[in-house]
């Protein structure tokens, strides 16, 4: 049974999300918003390296194969990691918005363990816009893309500028990200779209 708290339930003057006209088309992958990123990075060694696929209106699906790196009982993910993944497919729902945002609040539940060696069949939404929030929701099954539901989550995320990031990055990080064109223009175009 799901408890989401009153912060996760849209204000009454809330909008319905509107796909942005740029986004990529339903079963398009969307790419690595940072190569580095731990969720969906294809640089990142340890990460979970998440591909998601843009679905229609506003939602998209992901799959997350749980590795022996990702355990925390024997043989089992650990609940961290399966948040990440829920953390991540709904960040990747912004793209579709075309706006950066970034996590403000994360609700989990964890309705059945999820084993390594399978695949986590992720999908998630955007339900509701008010201002410069973002509610979505996620959904993780096992056992197939219609199997049953192992984890779900709600979440706010809240639009943010670039300067975010580089007010906010350790320094390297910052300038190796600036020093890349393909970042640096895809950032700023996200940013001045309305
Ligand atoms: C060169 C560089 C290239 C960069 C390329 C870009 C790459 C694009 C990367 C994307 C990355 C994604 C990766 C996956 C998702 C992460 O993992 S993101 C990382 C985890 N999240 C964070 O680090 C966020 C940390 N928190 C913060 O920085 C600040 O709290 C925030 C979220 C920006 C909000 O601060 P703020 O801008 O000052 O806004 P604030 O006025 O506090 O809040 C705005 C509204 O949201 C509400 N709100 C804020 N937080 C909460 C909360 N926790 N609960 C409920 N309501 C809240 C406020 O009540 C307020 O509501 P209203 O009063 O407007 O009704």
Not at 55 to 65: D, K, Q, W, Y
Request: with cysteine; charged share 20%.
């Amino acid at each position: 049974m799901s408890g989401t708290s009153a912060s996760l339930q849209p204000p009454a003057d809330a909008v319905t999300p509107v796909r942005h006209p740029d986004a990529p088309a339903p079963g398009e992958l969307l790419g690595a918003h940072y190569g580095e990123c731990f969720g969906c990075g294809g640089e990142q060694p340890h990460g979970l390296h998440l591909q998601a696929r843009a679905g229609e209106g506003v939602s998209l699906t992901a799959e997350f194969a749980v590795r022996p790196e990702h355990q925390g009982a024997p043989g089992l993910a650990h609940g961290g990691i399966l948040a990440t993944a829920l953390d991540e497919t709904l960040g990747s729902l912004n793209w579709l918005l075309r706006t950066i945002a970034v996590t403000g609040r994360l609700e989990t539940d964890f309705r059945r363990p999820v084993p390594v060696g399978t695949t986590l069949h992720l999908e998630a939404e955007v339900t509701a816009v008010a201002g410069r929030k973002i509610y979505s929701r996620a959904t993780g099954r096992v056992g197939g893309p219609d199997g049953p539901v192992a984890v779900r989550a709600e979440a706010l995320f809240i639009e943010v500028k670039v300067d975010h990031f580089i007010d906010n990055g350790r320094p390297e990080e910052i300038q190796a990200a600036m020093s890349d064109p393909d970042q640096v223009r895809r950032a700023r175009a996200f940013e001045v779209n309305p």
